[in-house]
């Protein structure tokens, strides 16, 4: 199994930038996908996540109405669509899949991606 997060850069405060995740998952229609993150010297936290046909989405209050998650299980890949980036979305974004039942927006997911660094400039 193997999530490839893609997408990362830099960007200054206002802007935006798309996040991909490409998964080798089998049956990766069964699967929720999350967005996670961590900044230097801070712990990881739940972004966003959905569940396995896009019907359900979550988002961390941060972030509610900057980002919008989606996927393509055409293609397996999960997206994070990120606008009004503000200096404190800097962090590593990694995503996540698990396909047990599960709170989405804790960290119990079994399958995690390498990360891709976003930066935002102030």
């Known amino acids: 199994v193997q999530l490839q997060a893609s997408g990362g850069g830099w960007v200054q405060a206002g802007g935006s930038l798309r996040l991909s995740c490409a998964a080798s998952?089998?049956?990766?229609?069964?699967?929720?996908l999350g967005w996670f993150r961590q900044a230097p010297g801070k712990e990881r936290e739940f972004v966003a996540a959905?569940?396995?046909?896009?019907?359900?989405?979550y988002y961390a209050g941060s972030v509610k109405d900057r980002f919008t998650i989606s996927r393509d299980n055409a293609k397996n890949t999960v997206y994070l669509q990120m606008d009004s980036l503000k200096f404190e979305d800097t962090a590593v974004y990694y995503c996540?899949?698990?396909?047990?039942?599960?709170?989405?927006?804790?960290?119990?997911?079994?399958?995690w991606g390498q990360g891709t660094q976003v930066t935002v400039s102030s």
């Open positions: 959905i569940n396995w046909n896009g019907g359900s989405t």
């Open positions: 998952l089998h049956i990766f229609s069964a699967y929720c």
């Open positions: 996540a899949a698990e396909v047990a039942p599960f709170d989405p927006m804790s960290s119990d997911y079994e399958y």
